[in-house]
């Protein structure tokens, strides 16, 4: 297996040739049509973004090798770009400033502890500054405070095999008493980053990015703080940043969508459909989603029935979708007795049918997510229940099987899978002749990664993937006008999580037993199988793939801010779709600047 991630970079390359030379070959076969016409549907581009939320590379090799055993068999695995980026936000970028001289000496009056941060080896950035740093700025910043490549790797590892204690402390950078503190500290760590801005105990553990600020910059190509929704960093009056799937329907007149295989108003779909302070004004954020922004497709969990209707902004909201006095959305949600990829699909094609007769709601809104009869049975890295505060808000993915066949059991059906979610978005958003712009997530891989739940995050990983291969098939299909050529899919994660390390071979089929899996400071040499490093996001390079339109796009911002690399930003991204979409901005990517 090692040999296999060895050539990793060697079979990069040869996938990016082979798809420049297809592109190529591509524009040169249509320019010499000069008899016809294009027609206006060519003319339509589209993009469809695939984010794993809190992946990184070893929970996709964990998920490859147990479908087959092998490392390679994602539906990514033949994209012609494969890649990877860095994640950090603001918050991130101003803790490693600040730390750069490990003085502790305040910045701007802020009081940061100095005794948190100065854990062995230290400080990556101690020699490069006499004095700690200025604080993030857009026109002076110094990429080296978001990721230190010196320190991190240029590659994810485990393509770049140098992670030792120091990368390992750099980039996930467990608090102290994480594992072996008090019953009452190791709640409280658990719990993650306070969602305010000041830089107290809970809300600096972890010098790595937020969901909400890594998909603000996904989505808006801006850098801002820890629990922003699309919106500048230190929260300005009238802040909002004006996303990708919005350029696209105001210049382009697109379609767009949104589907999550959680809350539809959680942080990271929530970023391309609304603008907020904080990710956790959930019913403000849904109200926004389904009543100002209204994309044509909204799909994902948060359904009352767990509880709350914050998810979905109101109770109102959600009675004028049931009753069906909404006048834009076409509503389905989860019924007993009701397989949900049924209920999300004829929903959709209900939806094609109001599109292609010219009356009837032309809006597709999909709400599930709650009261469930699966509950989570596995053990997480303390040995204790794993995620069972989720267990009535997510899609439940399929279940590994434990009979060594590398498949996996669906056995809640009132939710769809993130396929059929995916398929049913399609459909109703490829019905528009202007193109369309499409956000997929699946927000529960973050969340089992977070709990250590090995069986959940395959789980999670094999609905993503599903998803992936989903995509890929709705462009493959023939006698229609949505191809390779006008359509780009990318692959993306918004953050790494709990820096998981395979240190056994599982093949096909094979779940690590529970005494293999171990916490960083408890693991046995001669034991240990798994080893999670953290509960929470880590500042690893994270991997990138991506097919169809011009992927040369994503590769021309390789090493742009780390020279010498093949290393891109999260904020990249964003422009290199909206340079394939053709919609501007109004502002370029950063430039860095030296100390």
């Known amino acids: 297996m090692k040999k296999k991630w060895k050539n990793f970079s060697r079979i990069v390359n040869m996938l990016v040739a082979a798809g420049l030379l297809l592109i190529v070959t591509g524009c040169n076969s249509s320019d010499s049509d000069d008899d016809k016409e294009p027609a206006a549907e060519a003319k339509k581009k589209n993009i469809i973004l695939m984010i794993a939320d809190g992946s ?4 996709e090799k964990a998920y490859s090798r147990f479908v087959n055993g092998d490392d390679m068999a994602l539906t990514s695995a033949d994209f012609p770009y494969q890649g990877w980026n860095t994640s950090w936000d603001v918050t991130t970028y101003d803790m490693w400033a600040w730390n750069a001289a490990r003085q502790g000496i305040d910045i701007d009056n802020e009081n940061y502890n100095n005794e948190q941060w100065i854990m062995d080896p230290g400080s990556p950035t101690k020699d490069t500054y006499t004095q700690p740093a200025p604080k993030f700025t857009e026109t002076a910043m110094n990429p080296v405070f978001g990721y230190n490549s010196s320190v991190g790797g240029v ?3 485990p393509v770049d095999e140098t992670s030792d204690m120091a990368s390992e402390r750099y980039l996930a950078m467990p608090p102290k008493d994480i594992y072996n503190g008090s019953e009452n500290a190791k709640i409280e760590r658990a719990k993650g980053r306070d969602y305010g801005k000041s830089f107290d105990e809970g809300s600096s553990l972890y010098p790595a990015t937020d969901s909400a600020s890594s998909a603000t910059a996904m989505a808006t190509g801006r850098k801002t703080d820890a629990g922003n929704i699309s919106w500048l960093p230190s929260d300005p009056e009238n802040g909002q940043i004006k996303t990708i799937a919005e350029l696209a329907r105001e210049q382009k007149g697109a379609a767009i969508g949104i589907v999550s295989s959680v809350e539809f108003s959680h942080a990271t779909p929530a970023c391309f459909a609304s603008h907020n302070v904080n990710r956790s004004n959930y019913s403000a954020i849904a109200t926004e989603i389904l009543t100002s922004v209204k994309p044509d497709v909204v799909i994902g969990s948060g359904h009352p029935d767990c509880g709350t209707t914050k998810y979905t902004g109101s109770q109102e909201i959600y009675d004028s979708m049931k009753n069906g006095t909404n006048p834009d959305y076409v509503f389905a949600e989860h019924a007993n007795g009701v397989d949900g990829n049924d209920s999300i699909l004829a929903a959709a094609s209900t939806v094609v049918a109001n599109i ?3 009356s009837g709601k032309t809006k597709l809104f999909g709400l599930y997510g709650a009261k469930t009869t699966q509950k989570t049975a596995y053990k997480n890295g303390y040995g204790e229940p794993a995620g069972t505060e989720y267990d009535d808000v997510h899609f439940h993915p399929p279940q590994p099987k434990t009979d060594g066949s590398g498949e996996f059991e669906r056995i809640e059906t009132k939710n769809p899978t993130l396929a059929a979610a995916t398929e049913a978005a399609l459909k109703v958003l490829s019905k528009d002749k202007d193109g369309f712009f499409l956000m ?12 250590n739940d090995y069986e959940w995050m395959l789980g999670a990983w094999y609905n993503f993937d599903m998803a992936c291969k989903k995509a890929v098939e709705f462009i493959d299909q023939p006698d229609d006008d949505i191809t390779w050529e006008n359509t ?30 171990q916490l960083c400071q408890s693991a046995k040499p001669e034991t240990v199988g798994i080893k999670f490093s953290s509960n929470d996001h880590t500042n690893e390079l994270v991997t990138l793939y991506a097919k169809g339109g011009n992927t040369d796009l994503l590769k021309k911002y390789e090493g742009s801010w780390h020279e010498g690399t093949r290393i891109l930003d999260n904020t990249h991204i964003f422009f290199a779709m909206a340079e394939w979409l053709g919609v501007e901005p109004g502002y370029s990517p950063m430039t860095p600047v030296s100390k």
């Open 356 to 358: 292609e007769a010219g």
């Open 440 to 451: 997929v997530e699946g927000g529960d891989i973050d969340w089992a990664n977070h709990a």
């Open 155 to 157: 590659k994810p590892f």
């Open 56 to 59: 990184q590379l070893e929970h």
């Open 488 to 517: 780009m899919v990318i692959i993306a994660t918004d953050h790494g999580n709990n820096y998981m390390r395979l240190k056994k071979y599982y093949g096909k089929g094979q779940i690590p037993p529970g005494e293999e899996r």
